[in-house]
């Protein structure tokens, strides 16, 4: 079946640090790829999105690239701040089909001052 | 427009006892789906529902079940409540259950003794 898999965390950084947080997923056909981030006592936010291979979502800074070829979708950003630390869950859709969305696991960042 | 809203928020229960929680999407989004959240398993997929009909379930057992009101709220009840079932419980909503742009709630941390 489906299944996204991310890097385990906690990751921890020093603020202006460049972030990166890996991703990749199996799934059939092309799925829409997903970055959701989780601030600590609230739900999930969509950061970001791309719906084909190649497409690039961005978003308050943080970018990831739709790889077709090596099943990644990997979240990065140029330069973190401390309000940026928060659980980042990468997630997969599969646009044939009624399927609900697939999360990876979650990736904690932490950003230190 | 207002967000997903979710209540209670916080819930405690004992085990043997039943929860009802409560999920209203946003105006005009007629999917709600809902997540299970826990430290050891992420997040899975219980169910979701359009248009009062529940179109996807996850595999959970039967004690969670859902339902989906005209006016597109939503519930899911718990019976029979375990010390495992302590956990965040998300609600999304989508437009025509497009579930390619879903919009998170804050949560019900449910708390069972």
């Known amino acids: 079946g489906d299944s996204v898999t991310q890097m385990e965390g906690p990751v921890t950084l020093s603020e202006e640090a460049f972030l990166t947080i890996n991703c990749t997923y199996t799934?059939?056909?092309?799925?829409?790829l997903f970055w959701y981030v989780q601030y600590p006592g609230e739900g999930l936010q969509l950061l970001l999105k791309?719906?084909?291979?190649?497409d690039k979502g961005s978003n308050k800074g943080f970018e990831a690239t739709y790889r077709k070829e090596t099943t990644s979708f990997h979240l990065e950003k140029g330069s973190v701040q401390v309000s940026d630390s928060a659980v980042y869950f990468c997630?997969?859709?599969?646009?044939?089909?009624?399927?609900?969305?697939?999360f990876g696991k979650g990736t904690r960042l932490s950003v230190i001052a | 427009k207002a967000g997903v809203t979710q209540t209670p928020r916080y819930l405690i229960k004992t085990r043997g006892q039943q929860v009802t929680l409560s999920c209203s999407p946003i105006?005009?989004?007629?999917?709600v789906s809902w997540y299970q959240q826990t430290p050891g398993q992420g997040l899975q997929f219980l169910f979701e529902?359009?248009?009062?009909?529940?179109?996807n379930k996850g595999n959970f057992p039967g004690r969670f079940s859902g339902r989906q009101f005209s006016n597109s709220r939503s519930e899911m009840n718990v019976s029979t409540l375990e010390l495992g079932d302590s956990a965040l419980y998300l609600c999304?909503?989508?437009?025509?259950?497009?579930?390619?742009?879903?919009?998170f709630g804050p949560g019900t941390r449910l708390t069972v003794l």
């Open positions: 529902y359009f248009s009062e009909t529940q179109r």
């Open positions: 999304a909503s989508s437009l025509a259950g497009d579930s390619n742009e879903q919009f």
């Open positions: 105006s005009g989004h007629r999917s």
């Open positions: 997630a997969l859709f599969r646009n044939s089909g009624n399927t609900p969305l697939v």
């Open positions: 791309a719906t084909k291979a190649d």
């Open positions: 799934a059939t056909g092309y799925p829409s």
